[in-house]
């Protein structure tokens, strides 16, 4: 806690990687809040899918909500793919109506495993001069405990 920060800190996702959760065996408890890669298991056939988005558009946001009730973690990705396409809308809906999980990977190479979530997205045509031809995606979830950092990534 008491030492300097001696590395960048860069904003902004890197990589959003995403696995339907019965895809996935089984996940460990964290230890120190670290998960190796190496402990999840995966179902016949599971495996995490990259989703490639147009740079600079993907934002990651965990929130602690405490109330009477306990503690919980609000969980928030989002990102826009370029270039509405009937290829990219077919592959998200493999993720839709489920719950999921995703790999995040942040400018500074930390990798967090952020579950459950559940994906919602919006197709943006242009109608004027500052708009964008995409999909916007939000994956969002809520549960008792924080991401995980991933160690030992392939």
């Known amino acids: 806690m008491n030492t300097p920060f001696e590395d960048q800190n860069l904003g902004n996702i890197k990589s959003i990687s995403l696995i339907a ?3 996935l065996g089984s996940i460990p408890q964290p230890v120190a809040g670290e998960i190796s890669f190496n402990a999840l298991t995966f179902n016949s056939g ?4 990259e989703i490639y988005f147009t740079p600079e558009t993907g934002s990651f946001v965990e929130t602690e909500d405490r109330s009477g009730a306990g503690q919980s973690w609000k969980k928030e990705i989002k990102f826009q793919i370029p270039k509405i396409r009937s290829v990219i809308m077919a592959g998200l809906q493999n993720f839709e109506n489920r ?4 790999l995040v990977t942040d400018m500074n190479g930390t990798t967090f495993l952020v579950f459950p ?3 919602l997205r919006k197709k943006q045509i ?6 964008i031809n995409a999909i916007m995606v939000n994956l969002e979830g809520t549960s008792i405990s ?3 950092v991933i160690t ?3």
């Open 21 to 23: 959760l019965d895809n």
């Open 99 to 102: 719950r999921n999980a995703a």
């Open 46 to 49: 599971g495996a995490f899918q």
């Open 152 to 154: 030992n990534l392939p």
């Open 146 to 148: 924080e991401s995980p």
């Open 117 to 119: 979530v559940r994906i």
């Open 126 to 131: 242009p109608e004027q001069i500052s708009s």
